[in-house]
């Protein structure tokens, strides 16, 4: 079928796209080309983002698009490193990801790992920080999940002072979720443990992690 230049200027035979010579004022009809100064060669960077290249730039010796497909004809050896670099990149964005999660200085960052337990007349109680919460009878029996990891769930001024703890065994109304309030301590420990709704738990965890400096004076 005949070509059309994406403005509308003009139809040529489509024998005559990618022939080496500019016939469109938009330069559409060269992109794999460097005969229009204003073309445009798209890239298509499987495994990576798709970007557009100058077609100035297209079998000119220096591989631009990660896929190579930009130095088809030009006898450059290029190396294929879109995935390598789409796999980069989604590492650097879990790990901001994480940043994000270990609080805005990083100072949460020495609970992963970590479990600290509280022990009762009837259970043992034990909170592993960005992991799970349990739940287990001092007299035999079975470990209850009182929820998995979710998120900080803090009012919006003070974001870290909650974490939220969801998806946990199933229970009459749907599934155990447990809310543990981080309180300014000198020791990093779990104080008490309390269930206001049922299948819905509460804790209170203290740490030195959440304390704040005090305000300085002017």
């Known amino acids: 079928k005949p070509f059309t230049c994406l403005d509308g200027s003009r139809t040529i035979p489509f024998d ?9 004022s938009d330069g559409t009809d060269e992109p794999g080309t460097a005969a229009c100064s204003n073309g ?19 079998n000119d010796g220096i591989c631009d698009c990660c896929d190579t497909t930009d130095e088809y004809n030009s ?3 290029c190396q294929n490193t879109c995935r390598e670099m789409g796999r980069k990149e989604r590492e650097e964005l879990q790990e901001a990801e994480k940043a994000e999660e270990l609080g805005p200085n990083g100072e949460f960052s020495y609970l992963y790992g970590e479990c ?21 009878p001092k007299h035999g029996g079975s470990e209850t ?4 990891w979710g998120s900080w769930a803090g009012p919006e001024d003070n974001k870290f002072s909650s974490m939220k703890y969801e998806h946990g065994t199933s229970c009459w109304q749907g599934n155990r979720s447990t809310q ?13 443990t309390s269930e206001p709704s049922r ?3 509460l804790m209170e965890f203290y740490t030195p992690a959440a304390c704040h400096p005090p305000p300085e004076v002017l």
């Open 180 to 192: 543990v309030k981080f309180l300014c301590g000198k020791e990093t420990v779990v104080t008490s």
């Open 16 to 24: 005559r796209v990618n022939d080496d010579y500019c016939d469109c």
């Open 116 to 136: 600290h337990e509280l022990s009762t007349s009837e259970y043992i109680y034990r909170l592993c920080p960005f992991n799970r919460v349990t739940q287990k």
């Open 40 to 58: 445009r060669f798209h890239c298509t960077n499987a495994g990576y983002k798709p970007m557009y290249i100058p077609a100035s730039r297209v």
């Open 145 to 148: 999940n009182l929820g998995t």
């Open 199 to 201: 299948c819905e738990y």
């Open 75 to 77: 006898g450059a050896l």
